[in-house]
């Protein structure tokens, strides 16, 4: 977008010689007013990033015209431009926050420079408040939303547990918060801008896992090639998120409790020991107390863990919460798609929150992501949560399909949902395969492979396919 200088002078000689000017020179579009009423009219309907504005004007003088624009829109840039030897107005307006001020008569070189700097300076301006903006945007996702008495406990919870540097164990089913927590209660101690290391236990290989979490030196087995800095190591003077911690093994078991004790490790096939000054969090969707009296986990470990636990709540505890966390979801994918606000209809709340999550909250954001994306209206109504509304329906208002067998049922629904998902998705990327495979989380070869089975054609969702 080409950049806009609105000229404000009542002599009209004098905006043409500037518009023209700051045109040619600079390449902007140069808008003028010939009165600062007329300026104002101007900025009400059309975006300008910088004004040029002369004091002296019948009617509403520059000076008015300048806090007029300031109160709106402290970030946009004014200059003002003053007869010679008018020195107090020009401070007055600086004070007032004029960007500068150019006396006339005026070297064009000088004119154009200030404007070239106070163009400069807006864009700077702007994008440090859309940064600001992104920030906070960035912040929200790391708060716990809702206002249950369960979750109100929860997050009292754990703004009590942030200002200790207790080890925390959290516990709670899958979807319901855990890392959230945990990055929740990084963020409000004083560790926050140190690290924040998440470990996914289960994800990575059993013998791995070790070297991975203490490091290690240059030749400790075969395949050390250089020396290794291990996540604790990473983590330093941060927080360390053990997640999935019951599937660790009794090795690991033993060695995570020397380091939870003593506050230093060594990287295998070292000699030395370092300190660590590492927070430790832990979560588990399992019952460890029972993998404690089974044998399969350290009680000792446990405890060392289990200084303060926290629990995280599944949707049926806190089904009051559905519809605050639902809108919170949607926000938030609207503002990272670039859309603007959408609604949910009743009927939509009423399925959301009457609905058996299995994956918690975060089988909800998963909906409502897939919902807003396909959908191309500003209100969410129960059909757009797509195959899982789908699914519902065919179990409750499908009596046609009672008669067949498991198998047979189970094909039209897979059907249904695989035509009507693979169409949705092609659509949304106008016949783009390897866009549509990558929106889905899958390979492009599954999807092709899909799109074969059930017949589909990328080339009937392309733009261009009528013209062809
Ligand atoms: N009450 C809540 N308010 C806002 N976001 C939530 C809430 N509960 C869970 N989430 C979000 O849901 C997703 C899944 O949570 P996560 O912490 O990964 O669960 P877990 O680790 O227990 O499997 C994350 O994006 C998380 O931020
Ligand atoms: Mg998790």
Redesign the pocket.
Known sequence: MTQKVLVVDDNPDMTRFLARLIGNALHLETPVAGSAEEALEILKKNTVHCLLVDMKMPGMDGMELLRNIKKNDASLPVIIMTAYGAIETAVEAMKEGAYDFITKPFEEERLLHTVRRALEHEHLLRRNLDLERRIKEKEK??????ESPR?KELIDTIKLVARTDVTVLIT??????????A?MIHSLSSRLGRPFVVVNCPAIPENILESELFGYRKGAFTGANTDREGLFQTAQGGTLFL?EIGDISATLQAKLLRVLQERELKPLGDTTTRKIDVRVIA?T?RDLEAGVAAGLFRSDLYYRLNVVSVR?RPLREIPE?IPL?AY??LSLFCTELGLGPKKFSDDAIRFLVSRQWKG???E??NLIKRAVIFSKNDLLTQEDFGSSALAVAVSEEAPELYGLEYKERRKKVLTTFNVEYITHLLQSTEGNVSLAAQTAGIERQSLQQLMRKYGINSGVFRKDAEKK
């Open positions: 996702e790391i708060f716990f939303v809702g979750m709670g089913e899958t979807g319901t918060g855990k890392e959230l927590a990055h997640d979560a969707n995280t919460d966390i919170h979801f918690n909250a975060r909800l954001q």
